[in-house]
């Protein structure tokens, strides 16, 4: 098992900047990919990137491709999400969360795809 704690949330204004940081504790962290979510009130949880345990491959939802980029440190425990160019219409709640290695990442994973989940950090960008 592997447990999670997002950070690095909070109120931005339209086009800044912010970083998510997530750390792992308990099993290896290589034996992991990663992804991060997004979850706005009152709609489901959409996955946002993902990271192959590797750190090699890396996959984007549309919304969010060319502004945000997910990172890993496999030596830190450590997954990262660099968000720029913040629109308001990225204010979520937004999660990390872990499954085994090996699972495709041709595209993004779904929600159900991942067994372990961090307990989320609100971002809020203002307009």
């Known amino acids: 098992q592997v447990q999670l704690v997002e950070s690095g949330g909070g109120l931005v204004q339209a086009g800044g900047s912010l970083r998510l940081s997530c750390a792992a504790s308990?099993?290896?962290?290589?034996?992991?990919?990663m992804g991060w979510f997004r979850q706005a009130p009152g709609k489901e949880r959409d996955a946002v990137a993902a990271?192959?345990?590797?750190?090699?491959?890396?996959v984007y939802a549309d919304s969010v491709k060319g502004r945000f980029t997910i990172s890993r440190d496999n030596a830190k425990n450590m997954v990262y999400l660099q968000m720029n160019s913040l629109k308001p219409e990225d204010t979520a709640v937004y999660y990390c969360?872990?499954?085994?290695?090996?699972?495709?990442?041709?595209?993004?994973?779904?929600?159900?795809?991942?067994?372990?989940w961090g307990q989320g950090t609100q971002v809020t960008v203002s307009s």
């Open positions: 308990g099993d290896t962290f290589s034996n992991y990919d």
């Open positions: 969360a872990a499954r085994l290695k090996g699972g495709s990442l041709y595209r993004l994973p779904a929600p159900v795809f991942y067994a372990y």
């Open positions: 990271i192959r345990w590797s750190g090699v491959s890396t």
